[in-house]
């Protein structure tokens, strides 16, 4: 469980970067953050359980009232949720483990767009 609470956190952490959520001045702008909250939330809803066929949104691990500027999975969706929502957040735990190849791969797997 460690390893998707991983993946799910470098995942969320590169989406967010990559949709510039943490520019300069942007949490002074409430209207900018609800703008990018759901365009995060359209990226991250399909991304693929590696133990399961579903996807973030179908298991309703994520859904659009849960992304904020920290990310955090739905309450009740996980026996360990504290646990997931700190690592979500983790800058450096996550940047550590997408050292690690396997986990690299798996979370690559998990964010390809569906055929």
């Known amino acids: 469980m460690e390893r998707v609470s991983g993946l799910l ?10 949709s510039g959520l943490f520019e300069r001045g942007a949490a002074r702008q409430p209207r900018i953050m609800e703008e990018k909250a759901l365009e995060v939330y359209d990226l991250i809803r399909t991304i693929r359980d590696p133990e399961k066929p579903n996807t ?10 849960c992304v904020e500027l ?6 009740g969706t996980h026996s360990t949720e504290e ?4 690592q979500i957040n983790d ?15 798996i ?9």
């Open 91 to 105: 800058k450096e735990r996550v940047a550590a483990a997408m050292e690690n190849p396997n986990l690299r791969e």
């Open 56 to 65: 973030l949104e179908e298991l309703e691990v994520v859904t659009e009232s």
């Open 70 to 75: 920290e990310i955090y999975i739905s309450e």
């Open 9 to 18: 956190s470098w995942t969320l952490s590169r989406v967010l970067w990559l």
């Open 83 to 86: 646990d997931i929502n700190k």
């Open 107 to 115: 979370v690559e797997q998990c964010v390809l767009e569906p055929d």
